[in-house]
Every structure is written in structure tokens, then in C-alpha cells.
């Protein structure tokens, strides 16, 4: 079955690499691309200022963007996998969702919206049927399902393999590589020679969206996990890869061994952008590394380092690539969720 899927967002970071990992891609036939009204009419090749470290795709290279508007998308579109920033995209993608269009979104408005479905296909697949809680309150033909902030998808599967010995509470910080910010959004004086010691937004991001994450759906509502989360977010001079420094407090004491174990056999999905396992886990203390370990899983894997025993738990490393895993390969994996499960 091929599914025809659009791009609203195209030319930004996050949509080049929505494009990359749409290629060839063996269920998504990529039929639209959408941008600002100053790319719109233009060939994608021209709109776009190409930055991702491989070619644009021959077929891709000469598309017309559209104006991100849903009278310029074709209505036999059955998915859209959204890039937009927020601010655009709170206006803009509910007038989609009254089109008709289900849409996969990386953008964070509506994340914490009680009957928007914030999906990890390892970790709550389940979640997704809020869908049908959404169209009956707000009437849309469409619908819509969000993935998590790119350091809150990093560190949240290691804390759902942790569940099972009592996870009570969560201090991270994180190491967050420049891509993060957009292609504008840390200038090189700013971070050569630097570390930035705050994120706006961030923070906030991560000590909620996880507690919605790892919380149980009953059918008409998430119930949220009642874990603390503290978070410190920093910018830092890595290109691709946010690393995560976690220490989590457990209600019972298992060994490092017993921890790294359960991460290694936390199950995954099969789906096609799903990594073979979810979570790999180092024995050696050195790793993960952005620059090493970033694209294992083809940028899909969790890597996990440094597992260590503290006073009320344990600590460790977690390292994923934030602009596949924690951005566009987020939504293609939750768009090839809504298709094994019958929303498109």
C-alpha cells in the first residue's frame, strides 16, 4: 500500500530531514512540500538552502513548493508530517486538521492539549486512540498526534525501562548539540569557545511531557505519571546528538547489570523506521559520544553509558541524534503508527 504523504515546513532543518528520510521510503510516496509564501512557486532546489550530508533525491530536487495553505495541497494526500515552528504552526495546522488531514507533528503547541495523543511508538502506542476522544470534542475530519521535545524523547525510553523498580524521581541535564536551535538560531560567537546554560522552554519541556508520556491511558484520558522531573538544558558546541546526564531515584534497588539489562530488553516496534533494539547500552564509561554514536540505528537508536549506583538509585548517559530521532524520524515513526493502526 502506497500512502501519499505532504510536507508543510519544507525547507527548514527539521523538513530536510523529513525529505532524507522519506526516500525511498518503503509505504510514504512524498507528494507535497510546503514553505513560506517567499518559497512557494519556486523549485524545491531553489527554495531550499540544502544543508543535510547527503544530495536532495533527484525526484524531490525539481517539486514546486506550495504555499502552506490547504487549498494548495492536494486533497489526496492522506498524511502530513509537520515542521512548522510553533507559533506558525498553532494557527496553521488546525485549519488542516478541519480540511481532513491527519497530521504528524514535530511541532511542541498542542503537546500537552489533554486530547492530543504525544506518542512514542516503543513506549505508548495506546495513546494514539485519543484520536477518537479528539474528533468527537473538536469536531475535525483529520487528526492530529504530536511527538515529544528532541531531549525528552532521548531520555524517556531509558525512564520507561526503568518503571519496573519504582521510578519516583528525575534530575537531568543536558548537552544539547547546536542543530537543536535551527540553522539561525546560535550564531558561531556564541557557542565556539562556549557553553549556553539555558534553553527558553526547554526545561519545561522535558519535566512535563515526560510525566504524559509514561502515564496510562484508560481510554477517555492520560492519567500522567506522578514522577518528578527537574531538568537544566544547555547548549553546547556538538553538531548533531543531545547527550543526557540522568540520575533517577528508584523505590528499589537494582544493580547497574540489573538497569543496563532492562534497558538492552526493553522491547521495541516493528515499524519501518524502528531500530532493530530501542536502546543500546555501553560498557564502556566513555560512551556514548555524539560524534560516534549519533547515527547508530541509522539515527534512530537510544544509547545508553555509565550506569552507576547512587544513594537513592542509579545514573547514567543517554545520547540520541536530535534532528532524526528526536525530530523528523519521531513523526515518520508516529505516522507509520497511524498506518498500522488504521487512521489513514
Not at 486538521?97 to 497530521?103: P, R, S, W
Not at 506518542?119 to 469536531?139: A, C, F, M, S
Not at 565556539?192 to 527558553?200: E, Q, R, Y
Request: contains cysteine; aromatic residues 4%; hydrophobic residues 40%.
Amino acid at each position: 500500500m502506497s500512502v501519499r504523504v505532504g510536507i508543510l515546513g519544507a525547507t527548514g532543518a527539521v523538513g530536510q530531514r523529513f525529505i532524507q528520510l522519506l526516500d525511498d521510503h518503503p509505504t510514504f510516496e512524498l507528494a507535497a512540500l510546503t514553505a513560506s509564501d517567499e518559497s512557494a512557486g519556486k523549485s524545491y532546489r531553489k527554495a531550499a538552502k540544502w544543508r543535510v550530508d547527503t544530495p536532495i533525491p533527484a525526484d524531490v530536487a525539481e517539486m514546486t513548493v506550495r504555499k502552506t495553505d490547504p487549498a494548495d495541497v492536494p486533497a489526496d494526500v492522506d498524511l502530513l508530517f509537520s515542521s512548522l515552528p510553533s507559533s506558525v504552526a498553532a494557527d496553521v495546522e488546525p485549519a488542516f486538521l478541519e480540511a481532513g488531514y491527519v497530521v504528524s507533528s514535530n511541532s511542541s503547541n498542542d503537546r500537552l492539549a489533554e486530547d492530543v495523543p504525544l506518542t512514542i511508538p516503543e513506549i505508548n502506542p495506546d495513546h494514539l486512540d485519543l484520536i477518537e476522544v479528539q474528533r468527537d470534542e473538536r469536531g475535525w475530519d483529520g487528526a492530529l498526534v504530536k511527538n515529544p521535545n528532541c531531549s525528552t524523547i532521548t531520555m524517556v525510553p531509558t525512564l520507561a525501562a526503568l518503571d519496573r523498580f519504582g521510578l519516583e524521581r528525575v534530575d537531568v541535564a543536558t548537552l544539547q548539540a547546536v542543530s537543536g536551535a535551527g540553522y539561525s538560531g546560535v550564531t558561531s560567537m556564541e557557542i565556539i569557545d562556549n557553553v549556553l546554560p539555558h534553553i527558553g522552554g526547554e526545561e519545561d519541556k522535558m519535566e512535563t511531557e515526560s510525566q504524559k508520556l509514561l502515564g496510562t491511558f484508560d481510554g477517555a484520558e492520560v492519567d500522567w505519571h506522578d514522577v518528578d522531573v527537574s531538568a537544566s538544558c544547555n547548549r553546547v558546541a556538538s553538531l548533531d546528538g543531545h547527550l543526557e546526564n540522568v540520575f533517577a531515584d528508584l523505590s528499589e534497588d537494582p544493580s547497574p547489570g540489573d538497569v543496563a539489562e532492562a534497558m538492552r530488553e526493553y522491547p521495541g516496534v516493528d515499524l519501518p523506521s524502528a531500530p532493530n533494539q530501542l536502546m543500546h547500552v555501553f560498557d564502556d564509561p566513555s560512551r556514548p559520544q555524539p560524534r560516534l554514536d549519533r547515527m547508530r540505528g541509522d539515527g534512530m537508536q537510544i544509547s545508553v553509558g555509565g550506569v552507576q549506583e547512587t544513594p537513592r538509585g542509579v545514573k547514567y548517559n543517554c545520547l540520541a541524534h536530535n534532528t532524526v530521532r528526536g525530530a523528523a524520524g519521531a513523526s515518520v515513526l508516529n505516522g507509520e503508527l497511524l498506518a498500522e493502526n488504521g487512521y489513514l
